[in-house]
């Protein structure tokens, strides 16, 4: 797969074929017996009308595909207005199985769908999502999702922003589905939509949604590989959009702390691939330097360029997954070797994968940097204290303690700033945590917080804690 595969819109077949155990029942819905005398009585359908469906549906394939050239616009026109009237769902099973089998015989019967939009009395997408959001059945909604997409990405039949809503509102929500084969149908339909470039921005700008792709990026390993592999086709696709790759890790949630996750821990190449392949698009796609800069940033924090050294161009075939690893292990060594000590250490906290790095026990360092603490309204301290209060590693807990407490130790204002953003009674709790390592570097952050002579009286601390009892 390559990256001008993705511009073209040319996105695997593999992504929309998978997970069909659910697909499968179109076997049972082929043989259904519809009774379409009662919905001709019922005023469903006229005789005209009845006549031309039932005419395609006993007439051997080479008499249907005449007819489709003869009659399809005609032909697709009454067979929308009849669904848009129908709720049986076993009617509805078969009429959506019926016009899949359609569209998948030949790629201009789509086009002659499309054009029946003239003819109906509302939009041609608005039945299937009528399907997708309002019937229980999954067949029902993953089938009318199926036909909804191609018809969608046709460039006569955009959904309207309103119908945008509604429609990504029900892919977030299918996405948490228990059923994991609701699930990855969902995520394949959403990889192919969004072959079109319209719809990434309005996507990724939809509460919620990138936060449900974090989810299944968060998913066991082992356990959902086929989950996250389309999650990452979803996100990758997503960042050849310049403004989406921009800010897809600012502001909110962290995308890039859960795809190094993934990287790191998937054993799986297809897997591993697309995470290169949507770092890469982060690194080159946003217009601004500066926000290449910052996503660059974030890669460093979660530790991604270790990773990216260990994995030499030679261990993949592919020209473009080399042309991945060339960028991330160029432009990341690139930033990393022009950061500060302080821009290292800014990085480390606000990824929160803090650990005892030589620069906090660095004496010069505070002195030189604690009051740029205070710098975007004292974000870095924030995030040390936010850490406190919902962190459960012991390494974290005691370096942010730590780091605390030489702010305070090195800049005036310290005190005051650390109790006016609630820090103090985290570093107060911490006293009393179970790990002694936490525990001490509570207690000496406490010290630094109550006295000027903090350090006499970190020396007895540890003199007390280190003899035997």
Avoid at 48 to 56: I, K, P
Avoid at 266 to 294: G, H, Q, W, Y
Avoid at 309 to 331: A, C, H, I, M, P
Wanted: aromatic content about 8%.
């Amino acid at each position: 797969m390559t990256v001008s595969s993705a511009v073209s819109g040319q996105v695997p077949v593999e992504a929309m074929t998978l997970a069909e155990s659910i697909l499968d029942f179109s076997a049972e819905a082929r043989k259904f017996q519809i009774d379409w005398i009662t919905y001709e009585k019922s005023n469903f359908l006229g005789s005209t009308q009845l006549e031309l469906l039932t005419s395609y549906l006993k007439g051997t394939p080479d008499a249907r595909k005449e007819f489709l050239a003869t009659h399809g616009v005609t032909f697709f026109t009454i067979l929308i207005n009849f669904m848009n009237k129908v709720s049986k769902i076993e009617t509805l099973q078969f009429l959506l199985t019926w016009l899949d089998d359609i569209l998948a015989e030949d790629p201009e019967h789509l086009n002659l769908l499309v054009q029946c939009s003239k003819r109906t009395s509302t939009p041609l997408y608005k039945a299937f999502l009528i399907a997708v959001e309002t019937k229980d059945d999954l067949y029902v909604q993953h089938q009318a999702n199926r036909i909804l997409v191609k018809i969608i990405t046709h460039k006569e039949c955009a959904l309207p922003p309103s119908a945008q809503q509604s429609y990504f509102a029900w892919v977030c929500k299918s996405m948490q589905s228990k059923e994991k084969d609701s699930a990855i149908l969902t995520l394949s339909a959403l990889n192919y939509l969004l072959r079109c470039a319209e719809y990434r921005r309005p996507f990724a700008q939809f509460p919620d949604s990138v936060q449900q792709l974090r989810a299944v990026l968060q998913l066991d390993v082992a356990t959902y590989i086929q989950h996250q592999y389309l999650a990452m086709l979803c996100l990758w696709v997503m960042t050849f959009d310049s403004e989406v790759a921009a800010k897809l890790d600012q502001g909110g949630p962290h995308v890039i702390m859960d795809i190094a996750h993934l990287m790191k821990s998937s054993r799986k190449e297809k897997v591993i691939r697309m995470c290169f392949a949507t770092f890469a698009n982060l690194l080159t796609k946003p217009k601004s330097d500066s926000d290449k800069a910052k996503n660059a940033a974030a890669m460093i924090s979660y530790k991604v360029l270790p990773f990216v050294q260990l994995r030499g161009s030679d261990d993949f075939d592919d020209e473009d997954v080399k042309n991945d690893l060339t960028v991330l292990k160029t432009t990341l060594e690139k930033v990393f070797d022009e950061m500060s000590t302080f821009d290292e250490y800014a990085s480390e906290v606000s990824s929160g994968l803090l650990e005892w790095s030589p620069v906090h026990k660095s004496e010069r360092f505070w002195r030189e940097n604690a009051m740029r603490l205070n710098e975007e309204r004292h974000k870095l301290i924030k995030i040390l204290i936010q850490l406190l209060e919902t962190s459960d590693n012991p390494m974290v807990l005691a370096v942010a303690n730590h780091d605390l407490g030489e702010y305070v130790r090195h800049y005036p204002r310290g005190k005051q700033v650390l109790e006016t953003l609630g820090g103090k009674k985290y570093i107060m709790k911490h006293m009393q945590n179970e790990d002694p390592a936490v525990r001490y570097e509570a207690l000496i952050a406490v010290q630094k917080l109550m006295t000027q002579n903090w350090g006499r009286l970190g020396q007895k601390l540890q003199e007390t804690m280190d003899t035997p009892k």
